[in-house]
């Protein structure tokens, strides 16, 4: 069964930039619109930016203008390049198809820290 693996996490002072990687085995991320998800303490995981089999982005507000989606095919990788980060952004950043019938068990996620 596909099960994304994303990495790319860490502790970054604010201001600072990440990106995030996910990758599947497959056709999963080629195939499907995908999106970036986080989940912080005591939230609920979130969907915070998506992207189309063409390419098309969309993003939650509260990241927009600071972080991009974007995919290569060929390397069968997801990417979430995040910049001008805030403490607001710590949280476990996980990756899955946007649609809930195709979507994948959640993997672990990959944390990320914004604190001076």
């Known amino acids: 069964q596909v099960q994304p693996v994303e990495s790319g996490g860490g502790l970054v002072q604010p201001g600072g930039s990440l990106r995030l990687s996910c990758v599947a085995s497959?056709?999963?991320?080629?195939?499907?619109?995908m999106g970036w998800f986080r989940q912080a303490p005591g939230n609920q995981r979130e969907l915070i930016a998506t992207?189309?089999?063409?390419?098309?982005?969309t993003y939650i507000d509260s990241v927009e203008g600071r972080f991009t989606i974007y995919r290569d095919n060929a390397k069968k990788t997801l990417y979430l390049q995040m910049n001008s980060l805030k403490p607001e952004d710590t949280a476990v950043y996980y990756c899955?198809?946007?649609?809930?019938?195709?979507?994948?068990?959640w993997g672990q996620g990959t944390q990320v820290t914004v604190s001076s």
């Open positions: 497959g056709s999963f991320l080629t195939e499907n619109p």
């Open positions: 992207i189309t089999t063409h390419g098309s982005p």
């Open positions: 899955n198809a946007v649609a809930l019938r195709v979507r994948a068990p």
